[in-house]
């Protein structure tokens, strides 16, 4: 006869089990067992629940698949108001909230303060009773929020019992407060999914976790990577911390997932420039925040200060500059690049975001504006990452009033009025005339960048302004300009026409690498350009040079080797290189300047990411000379990412991810100097 006690137990211990593992792998990123482990525990829980039905329990691990859609949620009345935060947008800010409430407590009091990010996703309320999740709620109101239990038990983080590991007492009753959020690479892989299927998007992962958890089907919440940080406890009976630090520290024992991005400041001046250092650095963040949440450390001081409104005194918001806004697109123009691509582009009712006016942001492709439906007229969001350029995110059709207007696909090129066309197998729409005069401004621009021939004063003004007149058909003509061409030209001094031909001058002799970027040869930037060079130290080389040659490259891939033989094989390429040739630009590389004694950095792979002390060129360059190889991206070949300020988030947690040891400049100086 079987021992249903047993059985019960098991049943417990098994719960208990899987319990702490999922605590070790979604809270503290330590699993102690493989997956094939957690799945055979998890399976053995799932058959007795299925054998043993009376000994069925709402907080089993096993609930978190979701459960039996609800007609509606109930309201919820909180235990106590949860508040609101005022906000902070600069050090003026915080230093008026400081001196606010030190008039309010008793002079000579000292504070401490607690900084933690401000997740961008949806509040939620979590009881317990006797170390049970019993009841889960919105935050609504403040005082009255919607019963969400169902949908929060699927959160894997989420402790359905507490606490998770062995020796911490629990109150009879706690109410903790946390934020649901959807991490960033999580949203982008499940904003894929749905499109692939034909469903739905969303704007941005905060939209994402709320509409998630408002969801009244439990089991599509179970399938969106939704995960929790908690950070308060709203009541409790019995001994809990009294201060903000130590009950992080205690939320984390009980088995709270708790942000590992918190820090205490008895100074606040130190305070002031941490929350600053953090604007550049946001998008190292594996979630959206939209800000730091700064507080009186001690909470009994936070208790005495009270609260103003719906916000508390004893905190506030640190807002970082907004990077969405909502505005008018008052029209779509088109952009002509040097490669011919037709590139659409939003004209926009100017509108402050990230700490500049918006005017024009970017709409990708035209693919791009048909899939989004996105409508000359549209109120739209447009987003801001970081410093690069905004980007239309799509319309609010929700506003629409039927003015709206659709945009028609281009027939002609607007620069020129020539034929279109779009490649099969590709996004992107080309003009076909290679006398088009903007792709002719975006040649010449290119090849006199920085990165590429290096010719100071000869920007995209300068060289609307050269082919205009005339002047320029092609990037070779550069150096048959003469002086008295240049001086007829509006802007254009004996100092400014003298410094221009100097620098046209000096760019004869630019490595080769400079050169064979600054062609414009698709799929051929600045590390495809080096690599290049190191097998085919001459221009007649690589034009010599088959697709297999390229292909036994490592990093050429053949979208790249395609592109580069069909460069070199067009007439028209071949004669502008037989000018740049009489032009006198340099056709070959020169001897290596290290010599292989030197190549202590042979065998590695590097990444950089953020800004360096030399510009990035100098950096890639000194890597290659002691006989590195640099990648644009993160991958499992990567040795090293190598770290300057103000890193780019997608190369940041890539690394984290794969656990590719992060470097500085200076340790890379000290590594290739052995």
Same mark, same amino acid.
């Given at each position: 006869?079987?021992?249903?006690?047993?059985?019960?137990?098991?049943?417990?211990?098994?719960?208990?089990?899987?319990?702490?593992?999922?605590?070790?792998?979604?809270?503290?990123?330590?699993?102690?067992?493989?997956?094939?482990?957690?799945?055979?525990?998890?399976?053995?829980?799932?058959?007795?629940?299925?054998?043993?039905?009376?000994?069925?329990?709402?907080?089993?691990?096993?609930?978190?698949?979701?459960?039996?859609?609800?007609?509606?949620?109930?309201?919820?009345?909180?235990?106590?108001?949860?508040?609101?935060?005022?906000?902070?947008?600069?050090?003026?800010?915080?230093?008026?909230?400081?001196?606010?409430?030190?008039?309010?407590?008793?002079?000579?009091?000292?504070?401490?303060?607690?900084?933690?990010?401000?997740?961008?996703?949806?509040?939620?309320?979590?009881?317990?009773?006797?170390?049970?999740?019993?009841?889960?709620?919105?935050?609504?109101?403040?005082?009255?929020?919607?019963?969400?239990?169902?949908?929060?038990?699927?959160?894997?983080?989420?402790?359905?019992?507490?606490?998770?590991?062995?020796?911490?007492?629990?109150?009879?009753?706690?109410?903790?407060?946390?934020?649901?959020?959807?991490?960033?690479?999580?949203?982008?892989?499940?904003?894929?999914?749905?499109?692939?299927?034909?469903?739905?998007?969303?704007?941005?992962?905060?939209? &994402?976790?709320?509409? @998630?958890? +408002?969801? /009244? %089907?439990? !089991? #599509?919440?179970?399938? $969106?990577?939704?995960? =929790?940080?908690? *950070?308060?406890?709203?009541?409790?009976?019995?001994?809990?911390?009294?201060?903000?630090?130590?009950?992080?520290?205690?939320?984390?024992?009980?088995?709270?997932?708790?942000?590992?991005?918190?820090?205490?400041?008895?100074?606040?001046?130190?305070?002031?420039?941490?929350?600053?250092?953090?604007?550049?650095?946001?998008?190292?963040?594996?979630?959206?925040?939209?800000?730091?949440?700064?507080?009186?450390?001690?909470?009994?001081?936070?208790?005495?200060?009270?609260?103003?409104?719906?916000?508390?005194?004893?905190?506030?918001?640190?807002?970082?500059? &907004?990077?969405?806004? @909502?505005? +008018?697109? /008052? %029209?779509? !123009? #088109?952009?002509?690049? $040097?490669?011919?691509? =037709?590139?659409? *582009?939003?004209?926009?009712?100017?509108?402050?975001?990230?700490?500049?006016?918006?005017?024009?942001?970017?709409?990708?492709?035209?693919?791009?504006?048909?899939?989004?439906?996105?409508?000359?007229?549209?109120?739209?969001?447009?987003?801001?990452?970081?410093?690069?350029?905004?980007?239309?995110?799509?319309?609010?059709?929700?506003?629409?009033?039927?003015?709206?207007?659709?945009?028609?696909?281009?027939?002609?090129?607007?620069?020129?009025?020539?034929?279109?066309?779009?490649?099969?197998?590709?996004?992107?729409?080309?003009?076909?005339?290679?006398?088009?005069?903007?792709?002719?401004? +975006?040649?010449?621009?290119?090849?006199?960048?920085?990165?590429?021939?290096?010719?100071?004063?000869?920007?995209?003004?300068?060289?609307?302004?050269?082919?205009?007149?005339?002047?320029?058909?092609?990037?070779?003509?550069?150096?048959?300009?003469?002086?008295?061409?240049?001086?007829?030209?509006?802007?254009?001094?004996?100092?400014?026409?003298?410094?221009?031909?100097?620098?046209?001058?000096?760019?004869?002799?630019?490595?080769?690498?400079?050169?064979?970027?600054?062609?414009?040869?698709?799929?051929?930037?600045?590390?495809?350009?080096?690599?290049?060079?190191?097998?085919?130290?001459?221009?007649?080389?690589?034009?010599?040079?088959?697709?297999?040659?390229?292909?036994?490259?490592?990093?050429?891939?053949?979208?790249?080797?395609?592109?580069?033989?069909?460069?070199?094989?067009?007439?028209?390429?071949?004669?502008?290189?037989?000018?740049?040739?009489?032009?006198?630009?340099?056709?070959?590389?020169?001897?290596?300047?290290?010599?292989?004694?030197?190549?202590?950095?042979?065998?590695?792979?590097?990444?950089?990411?953020?800004?360096?002390?030399?510009?990035?060129?100098?950096?890639?360059?000194?890597?290659?000379?002691?006989?590195?190889?640099?990648?644009?991206?993160?991958?499992?070949?990567?040795?090293?990412?190598?770290?300057?300020?103000?890193?780019?988030?997608?190369?940041?947690?890539?690394?984290?991810?794969?656990?590719?040891?992060?470097?500085?400049?200076?340790?890379?100086?000290?590594?290739?100097?052995?």
């Amino acid at each position: 006869m079987e021992d249903r006690e047993a059985i019960r137990r098991r049943i417990e211990e098994l719960r208990r089990e899987i319990e702490f593992h999922n605590y070790r792998y979604y809270v503290l990123d330590a699993p102690v067992i493989s997956d094939a482990e957690y799945d055979r525990l998890y399976r053995e829980l799932v058959e007795l629940e299925r054998t043993y039905p009376e000994f069925a329990s709402p907080d089993s691990p096993t609930q978190k698949v979701g459960g039996e859609p609800l007609d509606r949620f109930e309201r919820v009345l909180h235990p106590a108001p949860i508040l609101s935060l005022e906000n902070a947008f600069g050090p003026d800010d915080l230093r008026a909230w400081r001196d606010r409430i030190l008039r309010l407590l008793p002079p000579g009091t000292r504070l401490s303060y607690t900084v933690e990010p401000k997740i961008d996703g949806l509040t939620v309320v979590l009881h317990y009773r006797d170390g049970r999740f019993v009841l889960g709620a919105t935050r609504g109101n403040g005082e009255v929020g919607e019963d969400i239990t169902a949908n929060l038990r699927t959160i894997r983080g989420l402790p359905l019992r507490i606490p998770v590991g062995d020796g911490e007492p629990v109150p009879p009753y706690i109410v903790v407060r946390g934020e649901a959020y959807i991490p960033i690479e999580a949203f982008e892989d499940m904003n894929r999914r749905l499109a692939k299927a034909g469903e739905k998007t969303f704007a941005n992962p905060r939209n &994402a976790a709320a509409g @998630t958890l +408002r969801q /009244l %089907d439990p !089991g #599509i919440v179970a399938r $969106r990577p939704l995960r =929790l940080w908690c *950070y308060a406890i709203v009541v409790a009976e019995g001994e809990v911390p009294r201060t903000q630090w130590e009950t992080l520290e205690y939320l984390h024992r009980l088995g709270f997932p708790v942000v590992r991005e918190r820090a205490r400041f008895d100074d606040f001046e130190e305070m002031v420039d941490y929350c600053l250092s953090w604007i550049p650095r946001r998008d190292t963040l594996p979630f959206e925040a939209d800000g730091l949440v700064i507080k009186v450390d001690d909470l009994s001081v936070q208790e005495q200060l009270g609260v103003v409104g719906k916000a508390p005194r004893g905190a506030i918001a640190f807002k970082f500059p &907004a990077r969405e806004a @909502t505005t +008018r697109l /008052l %029209d779509i !123009g #088109i952009n002509v690049g $040097r490669t011919g691509v =037709l590139t659409p *582009y939003a004209v926009l009712e100017p509108v402050e975001l990230a700490g500049a006016t918006i005017r024009k942001a970017t709409l990708h492709n035209f693919d791009y504006i048909r899939e989004k439906d996105i409508r000359i007229g549209d109120r739209v969001l447009i987003k801001r990452s970081g410093d690069v350029i905004p980007y239309v995110v799509g319309p609010i059709p929700d506003l629409r009033d039927g003015s709206e207007r659709s945009f028609p696909w281009p027939e002609t090129c607007p620069s020129c009025g020539g034929p279109v066309v779009r490649p099969a197998g590709e996004v992107a729409v080309y003009c076909l005339n290679p006398a088009c005069p903007a792709q002719l401004v +975006r040649r010449v621009e290119y090849y006199a960048s920085r990165n590429c021939m290096d010719i100071t004063g000869l920007g995209r003004q300068q060289a609307d302004l050269l082919v205009r007149e005339g002047l320029l058909h092609d990037v070779a003509d550069l150096y048959s300009l003469r002086r008295e061409d240049l001086l007829r030209l509006e802007g254009f001094a004996d100092k400014a026409a003298d410094n221009l031909l100097r620098a046209i001058e000096a760019s004869k002799d630019r490595p080769l690498a400079r050169l064979v970027q600054a062609l414009g040869i698709r799929h051929v930037g600045g590390t495809v350009a080096e690599l290049l060079v190191r097998h085919f130290p001459s221009i007649e080389a690589l034009a010599q040079a088959t697709e297999e040659d390229l292909l036994s490259i490592e990093g050429i891939g053949p979208y790249t080797a395609q592109a580069v033989v069909e460069w070199f094989a067009d007439p028209r390429n071949r004669a502008l290189l037989e000018k740049l040739r009489a032009a006198g630009v340099r056709m070959r590389e020169a001897p290596a300047a290290v010599p292989a004694a030197a190549q202590t950095l042979a065998g590695r792979t590097f990444v950089i990411t953020g800004t360096l002390s030399r510009p990035r060129e100098e950096i890639v360059a000194y890597i290659q000379a002691h006989g590195g190889q640099v990648s644009e991206s993160v991958s499992r070949k990567t040795d090293y990412l190598v770290v300057g300020e103000s890193p780019g988030g997608t190369k940041y947690r890539r690394a984290q991810e794969l656990g590719i040891p992060m470097i500085d400049e200076a340790t890379l100086r000290r590594m290739a100097e052995g």
